[in-house]
């Protein structure tokens, strides 16, 4: 049980990370959250997937792999950077359920399992790719509660109005960096879904638009971490390298494919225009 409080605000919690336990086992609200997060991405992805023009068969697959495939990714890159407390008892790296998911390594592990699925289908990869990135936004925005429930993630102090004290900060305010990834992830789902929706030309441009919004983000509030995963010798935080990378590649691609059309999106608008003139003339 935790006492969490943002006294600059005037809010006060009382948080257990144990939802209930069935036995001797008990289920977090870490993974409920986490779950949540991939179910409703998972409906978004059902309602979209023909905007995108793809097969819902085709995409329900690897969403599915994917899922999979982004856990163990996480688990990996998770134990990768900390090999200090697995290398002398290598059965933990088993232990998922004590915790230790890095969600790049779920990004990473995500996207190679959509794409071999993908692959395997003959199905085009960068449409797929679109609407997945849009879910990967709607389970980050929510999944971040679960490390509030966790009380993890969190910053260095600050004296900020919205900082947070519970008994894992110290007692000392702190920066909320869950709460900072949760809103800027939400608000990039809904800018970029209806962006997408009037101003997309061409496959991918969803997916380098993601690679923008979160890697600027993740850059900078990684650097408010006390939690953070580091290159081995450099004394770089691996996520500030990632997010760099994908960001200075994201805006790249944007920059590059800035003049290119693809006639799948216009049709698709002309095509729902059309439909609404239809039902606006029988009215």
């Given amino acids: 049980m935790y006492n969490v409080s943002f006294p600059g ?22 993974g409920i959250i986490i779950t949540c997060g991939m179910l409703l991405a998972l409906a978004y992805a059902y309602f979209s997937a023909k905007r995108f023009n793809v097969e819902w068969d085709t995409l329900f697959d690897c969403v599915l792999v994917g899922i999979v495939t982004g856990i163990i990714g996480a688990r990996l890159f998770f134990v990768l950077f900390s090999l200090d407390k697995y290398i002398n008892n290598p059965l933990d790296i088993f232990k998922i359920h004590e915790g230790g998911l890095a969600i790049y390594g779920g990004i990473i592990g995500g996207f190679i399992g959509g794409v071999i699925v993908a692959k395997v289908k003959k199905a085009k990869i960068l449409p797929i790719l679109d609407v997945a990135v849009l879910g990967f936004l709607i389970g980050q925005g929510i999944g971040r509660w679960g490390n509030f429930f966790n009380q993890e993630a969190f910053g260095t102090t600050t004296d900020l109005p919205w900082r947070m004290v519970s008994e894992n900060t110290g007692l000392v305010g702190v920066h909320p960096c869950f709460l900072y990834e949760s809103l800027w992830c939400l608000l990039g789902f809904v800018l970029i879904h209806f962006l997408s929706k009037k101003f997309q030309k061409y496959p991918g441009q969803v997916l380098y638009a993601y690679l923008v919004w979160y890697g600027f983000e993740r850059m900078i509030v990684e650097g408010l971490r006390t939690d953070s995963l580091m290159l081995p010798f450099w004394g770089l935080r691996v996520s500030q390298v990632i997010s760099a990378l994908i960001l200075i590649f994201g805006i790249i691609m944007l920059i590059v494919n800035r003049n290119k059309e693809d006639e799948f999106y216009d049709d698709y608008r002309r095509k729902k225009s059309l439909g609404r003139g239809k039902r606006a003339s029988k009215n």
């Fill in 9 to 30: 605000l005037g809010l006060d919690f009382k948080i257990n990370p144990v939802a209930f336990s069935i036995g001797t086992y008990d289920v977090r609200w870490y």
